[in-house]
């Protein structure tokens, strides 16, 4: 099949050449744009059922947002959470 669609490619050796890449890009686009997103419902479904990426369950926020790394009073505790002005790196990053 190959042989034959090479020897019905025009132009010589560079139109042979640059005619394969533009089949090799159509084919490529036709995978990509129209058969993996009709089949992807179905592979979801039955090959990977752990690439469901819906939460189940009550997710109500507690807490008001607040850093529970930091009491009321504003500086950090004990776990680490650097203080203002301080650095997690050991290095400037303003230029």
């Known amino acids: 099949m190959y042989a034959w669609i090479w020897r019905q490619l025009p132009f010589g050796l560079p139109g042979k050449l640059g005619g394969s890449l533009l089949l090799a890009a159509g084919a490529l686009a036709l995978l990509w744009y129209v058969a993996f997103p ?3 419902p179905f592979v979801e479904q039955t090959l990977l059922p752990w690439n469901d990426g819906q939460l189940e369950g009550d997710f109500t926020p507690t ?4 850093d529970p790394g930091v009491p009321a009073g504003g500086t950090p505790g ?3 959470t650097p203080q203002p002005g301080e ?3 050991p ?5």
């Not at 290095?91 to 230029?95: A, K, V």
């Open 38 to 40: 009709w089949l992807d």
């Open 63 to 66: 807490g008001g947002g607040e």
């Open 78 to 80: 004990p776990s680490g």
């Open 87 to 89: 650095h997690d790196i």
């Open 91 to 95: 290095y400037e990053t303003d230029g």
